[in-house]
T-cell receptor, first 115, second 114 residues
Framework: NAGVTQTPKFQVLKTGQSMTLQCAQD?????MSWYRQDPGMGLRLIHY???????DQGEVPNGYNVSRSTTEDFPLRLLSAAPSQTSVYFC??????????????FGPGTRLTVT | KQEVTQIPAALSVPEGENLVLNCSFTDSAIYNLQWFRQDPGKGLTSLLLIQSSQREQTSGRLNASLDKSSGRSTLYIAASQPGDSATYLC?????????????FGEGTQLTVNP
């Protein structure tokens, strides 16, 4: 049971380039989410999904796209990288019931630098 | 909008001391509260999850309490060790059927000195 895995661990992009951050979980969790973590701003939700084919925006969605074609995978796409997107990105997953989310499991993170 | 505050932002203690980390939240309509540990350059590791109907949870030297009516949770660490040095984050899960999302505090950076 690998839990939540993320690739790559580190990435350097030039402004304007695009890339996809991969996230996968093997716990059959319905809920998956992407956060970015920046000094002094804490963890902020980018996008989330409550199941395959269903995604929605978090508090900082601009510049990012997501899709969820399977329960296991939830990739995050940067369309045209900007220096403001330099951050550490975390993927998380949990069970989801009708009245809330259960224990969240986080991946190890992707450290992204945009020059 | 839910807001989560953690006090203190940083704490330095000698090894062996018992300590308390604080987390407060503004909206008491929560589903649960989760405490995490984050080591430098690493992801978040779940420590304890307290459902809204519970008052406390214990795991080893850790004890987390929840007072929903006053909007507070504490994480008690007994007999601290240098290996406990890390940033501790609390996150509140809302009671709602859609658009559920956690709200995180900014964390308390703990240093336990040998």
């Amino acid at each position: 049971n690998a839990g939540v895995t993320q690739t790559p661990k580190f990435q350097v992009l030039k402004t304007g380039q695009s890339m996809t951050l991969q996230c996968a979980q093997d716990m059959n969790h319905e809920y998956m989410s992407w956060y970015r973590q920046d000094p002094g701003m804490g963890l902020r939700l980018i996008h989330y999904s409550v199941g395959a084919g269903i995604t929605d925006q978090g508090e900082v969605p601009n510049g990012y796209n997501v899709s969820r074609s399977t329960t296991e995978d939830f990739p995050l796409r940067l369309l045209s990288a900007a220096p403001s997107q330099t951050s550490v990105y975390f993927c998380a997953s949990s069970r989801s019931e009708g009245d809330g989310l259960y224990e969240q499991y986080f991946g190890p993170g992707t450290r992204l630098t945009v020059t | 909008k839910q807001e989560v505050t953690q006090i203190p932002a940083a704490l330095s203690v000698p090894e062996g001391e018992n300590l308390v980390l604080n987390c407060s939240f503004t909206d008491s309509a929560i589903y649960n509260l989760q405490w995490f540990r984050q080591d430098p350059g690493k992801g978040l590791t779940s420590l304890l999850l307290i459902q809204s109907s519970q008052r406390e949870q214990t795991s080893g030297r850790l004890n987390a309490s929840l007072d929903k009516s006053s909007g507070r949770s504490t994480l008690y660490i007994a007999a601290s060790q240098p290996g406990d040095s890390a940033t501790y984050l609390c996150a509140v899960g809302p009671r709602e059927t859609s658009g559920s999302r956690l709200t995180f505090g900014e964390g308390t950076q703990l240093t336990v000195n040998p």
